[in-house]
Structure formats: C-alpha cells, structure tokens
C-alpha cells in the first residue's frame, strides 16, 4: 500500500521570502511519480510539479523546485519569492504504476503574508 | 477550450434522497475519477473507470454509485446509504497509463460540487 505523510498542517511565509514544504511517502513499487498539487481558495486543483522517481535530478518549474530524496523517501516543496497568489493548500501525491491510484497526503495550508 | 466540467458547484440534499453529481470531459481522455475532500484527509478516492463501460471501487465506495456509458460522462450518484454524505467531490480525468506519452498519470481536475445534507 502507498502512504504520503504531510506532517505541516499550516505554514506561514512573508512574502518574497523562500519556504519549504515537506512530504514524506512510502511504496513498495519500484516505478512511481510524485506532484505537489495546488488548491488555492476557489478549490480549483493544479498541478505544480512532478518528479519521476526513476530520475535523479530535482524537478524545477520557475519559481517551484524540490528535493527528492529517493532514498529518504522524502520529497519536499521549495518555493521561492513567494507571492500572495501562492496562498493555498498544497497536497503531495504519490502514483504507482501497479495500483494505478494517485494517494494524496492531508495537505499543509501556505498563507503568503504581505 | 479542452477541460473538465463538473455541475452544479453547489448541491442540497435531505437526507434520505438520492443525489446524481455530474463530470463531464472534452480532453478525450480515458480514465475518469472521484474524489471526496473532507477537511484534515485530503483527498480520498471513490470509484475510478479506465475506460468506457467499466470501472472499479476505490476507497471509500459504499453508498456511491457510477455509470460509464459515455467516454465523456462519468456520473456520481450519492446514495441515502452514504452515512455522511456532507463533502466537496472532485473529479479528475486522466490518459491511460498504457497510452500517450503521459505514463505518469497526471490528473486533471474539475471545478467541484459542494454536497450539503440538510
């Protein structure tokens, strides 16, 4: 069975400061995927970013990057110059090509202070 | 534009009354997905159809049903048999992981139905 553990329920960042979310995962599959999904106010579900596990260098989409520790099991959320838009609830996510299921952690709520 | 429609965005039920959320998609995709989002447990799964007539249980299935008729279409009906009905559902849709290029199952998601039992 796949778990994901996000173990930040509320986090807050000033903005234009760096903040790091965590996630920590757990599969017995040796081929998976991991996203950090976004779901801002109006519930709206986007994709932020995806690591293949089977690649060892960090995903990075502008201002968002992690640190997929494959090891570990841990693959964390950095964004960088946080803006106001990045107020969310952000959710970790584990696919698995066997289970073919997506399993989302609880997720952390950011709040982006001005 | 291509995406994933899901209506009505809100939705009152008495209790003991059948409830059908509607998932509509035009990206031609073939897996389809429901989810429930209850504060504090993310989000958990409820039936899944990889292609048109059939699906599968996921997580939390009883008192929910779907249909699969259509490969756009993927109805929910909330039972009276779902002892806590009260949620926000999400539906998402995806290509086959045996399909395209997309092998890692990228979801999207629809807008979502708010259910309240009143």
């Known amino acids: 069975a796949q778990t994901v553990t996000q173990s930040q329920p509320e986090m807050s960042v000033q903005e234009a400061e760096t903040v790091t979310l965590s996630c920590t995962y757990d599969?017995?599959?040796?081929?998976?995927?991991l996203f950090w999904y976004k779901q801002p106010p109006s519930r709206q579900m986007i994709l932020v970013i995806r690591q293949e596990a089977y690649k060892q260098q960090n995903a990075t989409e502008n201002r968002f990057s992690v640190n997929f520790q494959k090891a570990a099991k841990s693959f964390s959320l950095k964004i960088s110059d946080s803006q106001l838009g990045d107020t969310a609830m952000y959710f970790c996510a584990c696919y698995g090509g066997a289970t073919n299921k997506l399993i989302f952690g609880t997720g952390t709520l950011l709040a982006v202070q001005p | 534009d291509g995406g994933i429609t899901q209506s009505p965005k809100y939705l009152f039920r008495k209790e003991g009354q059948n409830v059908t959320l509607s998932c509509e998609q035009n990206?031609?995709?073939?897996?389809m997905y429901w989810y429930r989002q209850d504060p504090g447990q993310g989000l958990r799964l409820i039936y899944y159809s990889q292609i048109v007539n059939d699906f599968q249980k996921g997580d939390i299935a009883e008192g929910y049903s779907v249909s699969r008729e259509k490969k756009e279409s993927f109805p929910l009906t909330v039972t009276s048999a779902q002892k806590n009905p009260t949620a926000f559902y999400l539906c998402?849709?995806?290509?086959?992981?045996?399909?395209?290029?997309?092998?890692?199952?990228?979801?999207?998601f629809g807008p979502g139905t708010r259910l309240t039992v009143l």
């Open positions: 599969t017995s599959e040796s081929n998976y995927y």
């Open positions: 998402a849709s995806s290509i086959r992981r045996d399909r395209g290029y997309r092998a890692d199952n990228e979801q999207f």
């Open positions: 990206l031609n995709h073939d897996a």
